[in-house]
């Protein structure tokens, strides 16, 4: 990759009294982007009047391949439903918990990880038990350690140097630290006072929850004085890592459910609950791979919805062949619907009320991930030591991942770093998304690796750049959806009818949504 002075220029800034000098990478970085396409996404668009060429039945037809449609088809099996089949747009399912190679080695291009979950996802915590994942020893349940987050966890760079924990620490002042203290207080508080729960669907919506999703996240924050700036940058960091956006986007449930459902938030010296986190090198591909694996024949891929008719009876779908651009028309006694909001509010017809209302207010974050293959270890600045999470504090992105964190072995040459940047915040960031080439995005993961990794550059010999246009749910204020998830035939299952994207709430959407189908098929 040979830098031109404005790239040497713009490096030596992002770097700041860090890097003493610019050198350019003594090699080209090849690469490109991988899927989604969006160009699959216009021929979907406008083949809308292909005529079907070929017809079929089944009991129930799955929409979507992500975490929640994969969830409804497991669900159907354990219903005792085998007569279903699921259609994907993308030639592999996963959803935004896709994984790839990179010079042969697995990495994530989208979700990493899966907090252990607790008692309130029962229906996730039993299929991690039947794959082995957790296992009841002398009446306490064991988590299988092969499948745990290895130590350390996560680091961040901060004031020329490594430290422990994401939440700025190391020379912070007085005045700061009473800020901690004051969040971890309130979040307590708000524990003490009400139920948290993940997937958040287990628990009734009151007038308390109402009017937090009333109000930004940030606004609740200046409602308390929170007007720290590492505190804000902590919370923005945590805000777009699970929604895509910072505090001023999304509502104040969802920086208190953030914390309040899972770790809480404990200040500087005080002791904190464990979450164990599972991963492994392709992120949560490992996860939905396990889900596609037994449905064989029954997972179609490549197809893409053109229309939902649903009828007295059954229901009808068109879907059209990515391959050769045939269309299929397919008879269903039911459909579980795992597509995103927009693209059932695109192909339904007619257009049901509850659909509308929650396409209502609902925004999407686009994201970026950035795959990088390096050809050795980078040199490190001081301080804390590697770890699976790395941080870069102000930054844009979120820092890097390394699939190679989970190797039994210890790791001297090639590994995979995985980069990701949410565009929630920014304006036009599709627009800009589908516009820049994918150099763009690689060069800004190099930027803001290369301070605290000098040498970084000169040691990355491939890149791969995935983009995800509607990537997630922001759970914006006045987003809240209250109504029911099931019209008619039509039982709908993702985690945009949650507001927010992660893997519980998806799961348990779409293993209910399986449930009422196969319902549905026997009355």
């Known amino acids: 990759m040979a830098l031109t002075r404005r790239e040497c220029l713009a490096w030596m800034g992002a770097a700041g009294a860090g890097l003493a000098g610019c050198r350019p990478a003594p090699h080209e970085i090849p690469g490109g982007f991988t899927a989604p396409d969006p160009a699959r996404g216009h021929r979907w668009r406008d083949a809308a009047r292909t005529k079907p060429a070929v017809q079929k039945r089944t009991g129930v037809l799955v929409l979507g391949g992500g975490v929640a449609g994969l969830a409804a088809a497991r669900s159907l099996t354990l219903a005792g439903v085998d007569d279903f089949a699921l259609l994907e747009f993308e030639d592999t ?81 007085a005045a700061t630290l009473q800020q901690y203290r004051r969040m971890s207080q309130l979040i307590g508080e708000a524990r003490r006072t009400q139920r948290w729960a993940m997937p958040a ?57 953030y914390f309040a459902s899972r770790h809480g938030f404990p200040a500087p010296g005080e002791a904190g609950e464990a979450e164990p986190l599972l991963t492994w090198p392709e992120g ?44 299929t028309r397919w008879q269903a006694g039911a459909v579980v619907v795992a597509l995103p909001v927009f693209i059932a509010q695109r192909v339904i017809d007619p257009l049901p009320p509850l659909l509308a209302a929650r396409a209502n207010g609902l925004s999407m974050a686009p994201w970026v991930v950035v795959n990088l293959l390096l050809d050795g270890p980078p040199k490190d600045r001081g301080g804390a030591h590697p770890s699976w999470d790395n941080v870069v504090y102000g930054s844009a992105g979120l820092g890097y ?123």
């Open 284 to 327: 949560n591909a490992w996860l939905t791979r396990q889900l596609a694996s037994g449905l064989g024949e029954r997972l179609h891929t490549g197809q893409g919805v053109l229309r939902v008719t649903p009828e007295r009876h059954g229901v009808t779908v068109d879907a059209l062949s990515m391959a050769d651009g045939s269309v």
């Open 401 to 523: 991942v390394d699939a190679s964190h989970q190797s039994l072995a210890r790791v001297t040459g090639p590994r995979v770093w995985t980069w990701y940047r949410p565009l929630g915040d920014e304006p036009s960031a599709r627009q800009t998304l589908l516009q820049q080439p994918w150099t763009h995005w690689r060069d800004q993961a190099l930027a803001e690796l290369s301070p605290p990794h000098p040498d970084l550059p000169g040691l990355v010999t491939e890149a791969s750049v995935t983009r995800y246009g509607h990537a997630m749910a922001i759970p914006a204020p006045g987003s809240l959806y209250e109504g029911p998830t099931q019209d008619g035939r039509l039982c709908f299952a993702h985690a945009d009818w949650a507001g927010y994207s992660v893997f519980e709430e998806a799961f348990t959407r779409g293993h209910q949504a399986g449930q009422r189908a196969a319902q549905l098929l026997r009355a």
């Open 93 to 173: 399912a996963g959803g935004n918990a896709r994984g790839g190679l990179l010079g042969g080695l697995p990495c994530p291009m989208g979700a990493h990880y899966l907090p252990a979950p607790s008692d309130d996802a029962p229906e996730l915590q039993d299929w991690l038990e039947q794959l082995g994942l957790r296992q009841r020893i002398a009446g306490r349940w064991v988590w299988d350690e092969r499948h745990l987050c290895h130590s350390p966890q996560e680091r961040l760079y901060w004031n020329g140097h490594w430290q422990d924990g994401l939440l700025p620490i190391e020379g912070a002042s």
């Open 201 to 257: 669907l287990r628990l009734p919506v009151t007038d308390a929850i109402r009017g937090l999703w009333a109000q930004s996240f940030a606004q609740w924050l200046d409602g308390h004085g929170l007007t720290d700036p590492q505190l804000r940058w902590y919370l923005d960091y945590a805000c777009s890592d699970d929604y895509g956006a910072g505090a001023g986007a999304v509502s104040a449930w969802a920086g208190i459910h």
